[in-house]
């Protein structure tokens, strides 16, 4: 499996798995230790990964704030920074979608200054806003980069009708969906819409938020938001839990852990270019990058998305798939 691909329309070179940084907002996953979502991104870069992830939602700038002390001691020109831009910040804590176009130019001169950077590699549009025309979008992202500050732009979170209106207006050619082989809906619609027009795509929660590295039993609680998350809750959360274990074996013949397997698995779609991996330690992001060395043969991959295959109520939609 090439770990650098050119991404889509972009001309960006990138490594296949990049460095996410949702973890960094506490409001869903508690504080972390600073110190060790540095060493995890300096570990990142020594194992290849070039592609970082962030977003102004993330902690309200935390994660933009850590990432820019990281950048601050490297070459800017040997990485590729992704920001995303979409909620109106209140003072009270509370927020709203905003992307017009005077919004956004604020947005991005912020997080420009957060970064400690003159430039974003790649700005993205956080979420569909409905209220804001998308020729004003457009044309206001092709004002940033004529003026220098970003080089591609694109969306994130949007259905394929969404992309579809935006791509009307305006060069977006970059899509960052949620993807995981629990959760692989996108395969009906957007994927094979963006295969077909050679759109560079970025999938973030692949392990489906620590779900699918195979550390959890079904018995753990959480004091993260997962602890609301229907996946992490009674029997759905250990019938889950099972099927990931039974993973193991197939892991073994590979030679690798399951989040490498599951990595390597979702990144043999052929619409999907680059996986986001959410690492809060140096080891995490180590083992993860170890995916990039992992071609499966066809009948695993199919049959670690049989094992996968949980219905909403949690059952086995075949209760008789097994990984041999």
Partial sequence: MASWIYFGRTGLRVSRLCFGTWQLSPRFWGPQPREEILAAMRAALERGINFFDTADAYGDGLAETVLGEFLAGIPRESVVITGKVFNHFNPDGSRYPDLSPAHVIERCEATLRRLKTDYLDLYLTHF????????????????????????????????????????????FDVVEPPYSLLDPAIERDLLPYCLSENIAVMVYSPLHKGLLTGKYRGTETFEDFRRFHPDFQGERFQTICAAVRSLQPLAARYGVTIPQLILAATLQHPAIHVAIVGAKRADQIRDAAGALDVTLERADVFAIRAALAVSEGGKLKDAQAKVK
């Fill in 128 to 171: 569909y806003d409905p209220l804001t025309p998308p020729d004003a979008v457009a044309e206001v992202m092709e004002q940033l980069k004529e003026q220098g500050k970003i080089r591609c732009y694109g969306v994130s979170n949007h259905t394929v009708e969404q992309f579809r209106l935006m791509r009307a207006f305006g060069a």
